[in-house]
């Protein structure tokens, strides 16, 4: 069944205002996709579980500034827990292959996903979506997770220079893209 995201954003705004209730529903509602996606980052059961554990307490604290018109209550809460899996990542000594295409399709919203989107991130999203796939992924992990190419480069396993020139060359296909409105 899916997730209605009017309904997690009912949920969003009420854990916002200290609703334990609330954030237990959202809680219940979204842990299991939050969990998929924690498992394809780490591939490792108790890890993704730390993940999404570490991941709800953020959710919890960072609802009251959740914004609706900038992300769907989905996509802002796997970001939140994404980002809890790739500090665990850098915890842990463990080499853990990225699975590539779960994070590339990240980027790809559904279509309930991209209508709540405002426009500029709209027009980013789609202009994103035009970018080759291990670029997308290079510029990703730089810009939306925080990564310094050096970090980039360790974890997408490719020389620091490669990264350098895929986030360069997306940078700019982003600006033209943008600059010319070719989003749609």
């Known amino acids: ?8 954003r009912t949920w969003l705004a009420a854990a916002g205002r200290q609703d334990a209730v609330a954030f237990r529903a959202l809680y219940d ?4 996709k939050l969990f998929g996606f924690a498992m394809r980052i780490l591939r490792k059961r108790e890890l993704a579980e730390e ?5 709800f307490v953020s959710i919890w604290h960072a609802a009251p500034h959740y914004q609706p018109g900038l992300a769907a209550p989905l996509t802002w809460m ?7 899996a790739l500090d665990i990542l850098r915890r842990t000594d463990d080499t853990v292959e990225l699975d590539h295409e779960a994070l590339r399709d990240e980027y790809t919203n559904s279509p309930a996903e991209a209508s709540e989107m405002s426009s ?13 796939g291990l670029h997308r992924l290079a510029i ?3 810009f939306f ?7 980039v480069a ?19 296909k982003l600006r033209l893209c943008l600059a010319q409105g070719e989003a749609p």
């Open 29 to 32: 509602a979204a842990a299991p």
């Open 1 to 8: 069944m899916p997730i209605e995201p009017e309904q997690l």
């Open 78 to 84: 796997a970001a939140i827990v994404r980002n809890k």
């Open 51 to 55: 993940a999404l554990q570490e991941g």
């Open 140 to 142: 990703g992990l730089a």
């Open 120 to 132: 500029d991130a709209r027009a980013l999203a789609a202009c994103m979506a035009r970018l080759e």
């Open 154 to 172: 360790q974890r997408m396993s490719l020389p620091i220079g490669t990264v350098k020139t895929w986030i360069r060359r997306g940078m700019d």
């Open 145 to 151: 997770h925080d990564l310094s190419h050096t970090e």
